[in-house]
């Protein structure tokens, strides 16, 4: 179904949540199509083949860095979340528990 993304009648929601709900789906897919290419790549003999794949991921990699940009630019809780988690070192699990409790 095209309008499985709404969770509530799309008819009450404005039209920046329907943008908000069209960007999320957009990177669960392109983050689907990471997933693919990487499962094909892992089975795939043909070196030619295998190396198309990987353009092909890397271009997906792009296209989630942009819909994750635009959603973190409209959630400034969610923004400041990652910038406490990702690009960091140490523990993973640490560094979200502190995330979480910043924007509390
Ligand atoms: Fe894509």
Known sequence: MAFDQYHEP????????????????????????????????????????????????KEEFKHFAMDLEFLLRRKNEWREVMQRVLFTTGDIVEKGEKAEEAVD
């Open 10 to 57: 799309p008819n009450e929601l404005p039209q920046e949540t329907r943008t908000f709900a069209r960007m999320i789906l957009s990177v669960i897919e392109e983050a689907q199509a990471i997933d693919w290419y990487e499962q094909r790549m892992s089975v795939e003999n043909d070196d030619a083949a295998k190396a198309i794949m990987h353009n092909a991921q």
